[in-house]
T-cell receptor
């Protein structure tokens, strides 16, 4: 199993350009997440999808959109990139967050996408 | 507002000593608390989970405690090795249907 995969690994954008970060998991997990990680800020949740067909905003959703394409794939789109969106983006998945209060499930992270917006 | 703090950004210890990392939280009543390890250039990897009704959890050289009265978790690495050098993140799981809340992490450096 590959676990959680992310593409691309690195990307440089100019201000105003758009791009989509791709994420896929092969663990048959129901819940998927997008985080950004900045120095001194830790991991901050952008959006999450508790199950296929649902998405919810996290702590820092402005400037981003997401699509839960199917159970395996969860993409993050930057419609008009800004320098403030320079960051490392991580995708994660878990079995089923709706049952998390009972199961205390863990999250499995991808390797990250390093994005630089000039 | 809800807050989670790992009160040391960096911790330097010598090989063989016990490393103790702290995670404090306010305004939560978490059901679970988790610890993750993150190496440079990689995503976090799960280490241990402790439930609110558990006081202590162990896994090999790792030990986690959870004090809901103090609103604090301690993460211990005994007989530390240079390979233990990494950033350690704590995360709270407090409400069904929402995501984990992560602390900013503590970077541990173990020197030989």
């Amino acid at each position: 199993n590959a676990g959680v995969t992310q593409t691309p690994k690195f990307q440089v954008l100019k201000t105003g350009q758009s791009m989509t970060l791709q994420c896929a998991q092969d663990m048959n997990h129901n819940s998927m997440y997008w985080y950004r990680q900045d120095p001194g800020m830790g991991l901050r949740l952008i959006y999450y999808s508790a199950s296929e067909g649902t998405t919810d905003k996290g702590e820092v959703p402005n400037g981003y959109n997401v699509s839960r394409l199917n159970k395996r794939e969860f993409s993050l789109r930057l419609e008009s990139a800004a320098p403030s969106q320079t960051s490392v983006y991580f995708c994660a998945s878990s079995v089923n967050k709706l049952a998390g209060a009972l199961l205390g499930e863990t999250q499995y992270f991808g390797p990250g996408t390093r994005l630089l917006v000039l | 507002s809800q807050k989670i703090e790992q009160n040391s950004e960096a911790l330097n210890i010598q090989e063989g000593k016990t490393a103790t990392l702290t995670c404090n939280y306010t305004n939560y009543s978490p059901a679970y608390l988790q610890w993750y390890r993150q190496d440079p250039g990689r995503g976090p990897v799960f280490l241990l989970l402790i439930r609110e009704n558990e006081k202590e959890k162990r896994k090999e050289r790792l030990k986690v405690t959870f004090d809901t009265t103090l609103k604090q978790s301690l993460f211990h690495i005994t007989a530390s090795q240079p390979a233990d050098s990494a950033t350690y993140l704590c995360a709270l799981d407090y409400q069904a249907g929402t995501a984990l809340i992560f602390g900013k992490g503590t970077t541990l450096s173990v020197s030989s």
